[in-house]
């Protein structure tokens, strides 16, 4: 079993940044895996936000975040991060991680086996 912590959220003002932080645990893949965020408004599905491959050398983006977010990992940690720039009102969710074997990326909640417990980020206007 793998578990996912997330951490880092929090309160921010309009333009504000923050970065997220998901350490993984417990049995951790032995070879590869891919790792994504996601995020879910109230009252909505959750969302795509950002994925990146085992390497780190392929990562893919959501069009609402792009060139704003940026996902990064450092494998000897087990840790994958967000960080989040230029924030808007409309980033105000609850931010997830997920994870799973594989060498890819993976944009799709479905293709994840695991999950964190998520972090609130609230932007205020």
């Known amino acids: 079993q793998v578990q996912l912590v997330e951490s880092g959220g929090g309160l921010v003002q309009a333009g504000g940044s923050l970065r997220l932080s998901c350490a993984a645990s417990?049995?951790?893949?032995?070879?590869?895996?891919?790792m994504g965020w996601f995020r879910q408004a109230p009252g909505k599905e959750r969302d795509f936000v950002a994925a990146?491959?085992?390497?780190?050398?392929?990562?893919a983006y959501a069009d609402s975040v792009k060139g704003r977010f940026t996902i990064s990992r450092d494998n000897a940690k087990n840790t994958v991060y967000l960080q989040m720039n230029s924030l808007k009102p409309e980033d105000t969710a609850v931010y997830y991680c997920?994870?799973?074997?594989?060498?890819?990326?993976?944009?799709?909640?479905?293709?994840?086996?695991?999950w964190g417990q998520g972090t609130q980020v609230t932007v205020s206007s």
């Open positions: 990146i491959s085992w390497s780190g050398g392929s990562t």
């Open positions: 997920a994870a799973r074997s594989g060498t890819g990326y993976y944009i799709k909640g479905r293709e994840y086996d695991y």
């Open positions: 417990g049995r951790t893949f032995s070879s590869s895996y891919a």
